[in-house]
């Protein structure tokens, strides 16, 4: 698997934005970062191992004030001793996920869903053979069950379908132009209707 | 592959008298175009050459010790010997300058390394001489416009536009059983086995090409080279329609991340079907029905469609199915039903659906689908006939027949409901190319398939 450094260096190379994000080594750092990125902050571990990190306690958000993300520190580097932590401001919006992996028979597939229980437990997703064509790109995000959600629902406004399709077509050229790689979650890709950012990326080489 | 499809002349190595064998059944469906025989059998016009070691005779034709041992030209050799014994037959061929090669023995790449070195060393030997070859491990070709039957199926299969291509031999066997029942018409039947030289997307290039075939009905378990396969389907020029097996395999094992599970393997051959623009059925009738549709039916170009019926209650069904499975109503302008009002009964519904009442005789439904076809707003059509006592499902068959061609541009599928007094009806409109189903959900289901 593929260290967090060279994973986010790699999304920027394909033009695929993930969040700010820093590693802290200290609580005063932990406290100096969330501060400077802005509350609430979300902390985690940049691990390498933990494949469901919030399902073991490695990730927590929703941290409004310097004392939460010291006392977060702590916690989680006694939890998880010597495994990186890191800090990013808190972003909302709709939680996607976007991925890829390569077929033994068809290569590189780029895959498109909405985190949470509608991947998890309905397997809602749109799957595209690479390279997409941004038609293709288009076309995903209108053909899971749950596209409707990504319209707007109860105020909420319509995702950036653009800069979505951006994404999904980033990642297919990444997946072509990287043979090394096997399999990419981006999970979640954080959405509204200006941005769409990558919060959290595994990479397994 | 065209002279595999249509020699001039065939041998049978090992070719045998025993109905229990392989070999016979090859021969005899050659000779006779079936085993069992059907109004549907065509024996293969061309010369056969039985090879077998030990006869003289067999089904009245002189046998040949070897291939060798013919003394014409011999145009493609079906080989119905134990894989061990194959290799020496395949370097006669090459001797023989054959135009094609059938294996039809198991006991190959399927059985482990042993029987893959062996095939291996075969392919070679064609390749390099540059023999097609299909098999090892299939049921044979059929081509019943040439005619020829180079299988050892029970039956040859009626005469058609869909070519079955299945990389089952044993499902093929089943299926020519039901075609003929149901008088499917097949162009070509392919079972390509191991497909250790000619393979799927070999034979998907032949048919596109291929005159006598409007639309192609696959079967398929795995695919080995998925790119070349998306090309080649992508390039096809007649449509496709597959069925996968095996979703139960794989997808849910263990694996390192979200997409891995959620990218199983039946997902991505889902994946890949629909970027290459092939028709996905879930059950081989779905398989049969897409497959008759699309080889006699113009597409649906917009989605607006008409119904016509006799029944009023077999009318909202539609009109519920035409919801479930996304087909819309169309809205024809008042023009159309002014057309109709002073030939239908006063209680016509006088919109789509439109019900012209269960006494409708022909002169109605000729009008009533004259109304709608000419209709700009409707892009498709469904019939719908319930059978009353002054029902006539020939007379009815005939008018939609002659509607078909004043209305080339334009799908219609019938759903006649009903059973014996309707059959003959169907009958009528199948052997005219006109869809015609007994279940409403199917007929609309059908008409959906044809939407752009």
């Not at chain 2, 695919?223 to 979703?247: E, L, T």
């Not at chain 2, 059973?419 to 009806?425: A, D, L, S, V």
């Amino acid at each position: 698997m593929l260290s967090f450094r060279d994973s986010v260096k790699l999304l920027n190379k394909y033009g695929i934005r993930h969040s700010k994000t820093h590693i802290v080594k200290s609580k005063e750092e932990a406290g100096d970062t969330a501060e400077k990125l802005g509350f609430p902050a979300v902390m985690k571990l940049a691990s390498t191992r933990i494949v469901h990190k919030t399902d073991v306690g490695a990730v927590r958000v929703g941290l409004a004030d310097r004392q939460a993300v010291e006392s977060s520190f702590e916690h989680m580097s006694a939890k998880f001793p010597g495994e990186p932590v890191i800090v990013q401001h808190l972003i909302k919006g709709m939680q996607l996920i976007i991925g890829a992996k390569r077929d033994p028979q068809f290569g590189p597939v780029v895959i498109f869903g909405i985190g949470g229980i509608f991947v998890e437990l309905m397997r809602d997703v749109a799957m595209r053979v690479a390279p997409l064509s941004e038609r293709d790109a288009l076309e995903m995000m209108h053909e899971i069950k749950a596209a409707r959600f990504l319209e707007g629902v109860r105020g909420r406004k319509q995702v950036n379908f653009g800069k979505l399709a951006g994404m999904l077509l980033g990642v297919s050229k990444l997946m072509l132009g990287q043979p090394g790689i096997k399999e990419l979650d981006l999970n979640p890709v954080i959405a509204d209707d200006k941005e769409a950012v990558v919060v959290d990326v595994r990479m397994i080489s | 592959m065209r002279d595999i499809f249509n020699p001039r002349s065939v041998a049978v190595i090992g070719a045998s008298a025993d109905p229990r064998k392989v070999g016979h059944g090859v021969l005899k469906n050659l000779k006779d175009g079936g085993f069992f025989l059907t109004k549907f059998s065509q024996p293969f016009k061309g010369e056969i050459f039985p090879v077998n070691l030990d006869s003289k005779e067999i089904l009245g034709l002189r046998c040949y010790r070897s291939l060798l041992h013919v003394k014409q030209p011999v145009d493609l050799a079906v080989i119905a010997i134990p894989a061990k014994a194959v290799l020496p037959v395949i370097k006669d061929c090459v001797k023989k300058r054959v135009k094609g090669i059938i294996i039809i023995a198991a006991g190959f790449a399927e059985t482990g390394e042993e029987g893959k070195k062996l095939q291996q060393q075969i392919v070679s030997v064609v390749k390099k001489a540059r023999i097609p070859l299909i098999g090892p491990n299939c049921l044979g070709i059929i081509n019943t416009h040439a005619p020829l039957n180079a299988t050892f199926a029970p039956v040859m299969p009626p005469k058609g536009s869909v070519a079955f291509v299945s990389q089952s031999g044993a499902l093929a066997d089943s299926i020519l059983d039901w075609a003929v029942e149901n008088r499917y018409g097949f162009s070509k039947v392919v079972s390509y086995g191991n497909s250790a030289d000619v393979d799927v997307n070999d034979i998907l290039e032949f048919l596109s090409a291929d005159r006598e075939t409007k639309a192609i009905a696959l079967y398929v378990e795995g695919i080995d080279d998925g790119r070349r396969f998306m090309q080649v389907a992508g390039r096809c020029r007649k449509p496709v329609v597959v069925v996968k097996a095996g979703r139960a395999e794989g997808g849910m094992k263990a694996v390192g991340s979200h997409t891995g599970s959620l990218a199983g393997s039946f997902e991505v051959y889902r994946a890949a079907f629909r970027q290459s623009g092939i028709y996905y059925a879930d059950t081989l009738q779905e398989l049969f029905d897409y497959a008759w549709m699309l080889s006699t039916q113009p597409r649906l170009k917009r989605n607006a469609v008409a119904v016509i019926t006799n029944g009023g209650g077999c009318g909202v069904l539609a009109a519920d199915y035409c919801e479930m499975s996304g087909l819309s109503l169309a809205a024809p302008g008042d023009g159309a039903f002014r057309k109709l009002d002073r030939k239908m009964h006063h209680a016509y519904s006088r919109r789509n659906p439109l019900d012209i009442v269960g006494d409708a005789l022909p002169d109605r439904y000729e009008a009533a689908i004259g109304a709608m076809l000419s209709d700009s707003s409707v892009h498709g059509l469904l019939v719908i006939e319930t059978l009353q006592t002054m029902t006539s499902p020939v007379e009815n068959a005939k008018v939609i027949v002659s509607a078909r061609k004043r209305f080339p541009g334009k799908p219609i599928v019938c759903a006649f409901m009903g059973g014996k007094f309707t059959r003959e009806g169907k009958m009528y409109l199948e052997a005219h190319g006109i869809p015609v189903f007994s279940q409403l959900d199917r007929a609309v289901r059908n008409l959906r398939v044809l939407l752009v």
